[in-house]
């Protein structure tokens, strides 16, 4: 079954360093996200994306953050210089039109990012 | 997104069908009832969705009240791997319409 897909599993960095948290969704998808978890606490929305453009984000999700997608496969965020509260675990999914009008979402297995 | 109420945990023995209720009081016409849960962690995971009629997948059963005021989340023969929480959330079907997730209910299934 297809699945969407998230390297590193885990990245330790430093403050003030740029990470990029890479994900690969789901062949035929379209539309694609990125959520985060700070430990303990609910699932949060950050970005969507369609079309080789950003469709919503969050106040989360100022400018600091950035999304690409580089290539047909490949879907990125990019942090540019971390804080130690961006610590989170960061989730993709990415989703189609399906058989009954509906847009569930397919999540990866997480990125657990650790700012230092 | 109209509001949902779940409650905050929940227990079930292995082998018994679980039961997980959400109130959304304030359900438009055109919203969706879906139903995620995350394994702890692990991505969130999506397990049915429905508009107005019950629907049955491989996972789960949905029961929608005729009013739609209200669901219930039915796993039929709850294993461990079911525990998770459970997140009911209403909301359009749209393309890019983010997942706004509660905080759901903590199924633990005992053995």
């Known amino acids: 079954e297809p699945e969407v897909t998230q390297t590193p599993s885990h990245q330790v960095t430093q403050m003030g360093q740029e990470v990029i948290l890479r994900c690969v969704p789901i062949s035929n998808h379209l539309y694609f996200y990125w959520y985060r978890q700070i430990l303990g606490q609910k699932v949060e929305f950050l970005v969507s994306f369609y079309n080789n453009e950003i469709s919503e984000k969050s106040e989360i999700f100022d400018d600091q953050f950035s999304v690409e997608r580089p290539d047909g496969s490949n879907f990125t965020l990019k942090i540019r210089s971390t804080k130690l509260e961006d610590s989170a675990m960061y989730f993709c999914a990415s989703s189609v039109l399906g058989p009954r009008a509906s847009y569930e979402q397919y999540f990866g297995p997480g990125t657990r990012l650790t700012v230092t | 997104d109209a509001k949902t109420t779940q409650p905050t945990s929940m227990d079930c023995a292995e082998g018994r069908a679980a039961n997980l209720p959400c109130n959304h009081s304030t359900i438009s016409g055109n919203e969706y009832v879906y139903w995620y849960r995350q394994i702890h962690s692990q991505g969130p995971q999506y397990i049915i969705h429905?508009?107005?009629n019950n629907e049955t997948n491989e996972m789960a059963s949905l029961i929608i009240t005729e009013d739609r005021k209200s669901s219930t989340l039915i796993l039929p023969h709850a294993t461990l791997r079911d525990t998770a929480v459970y997140y009911c959330?209403?909301?359009?079907?749209?393309?890019?319409?983010?997942?706004?997730f509660g905080t759901g209910t903590k199924l633990q299934v005992i053995p």
């Open positions: 959330i209403v909301t359009y079907s749209g393309g890019y319409q983010k997942v706004t």
């Open positions: 429905g508009l107005k």
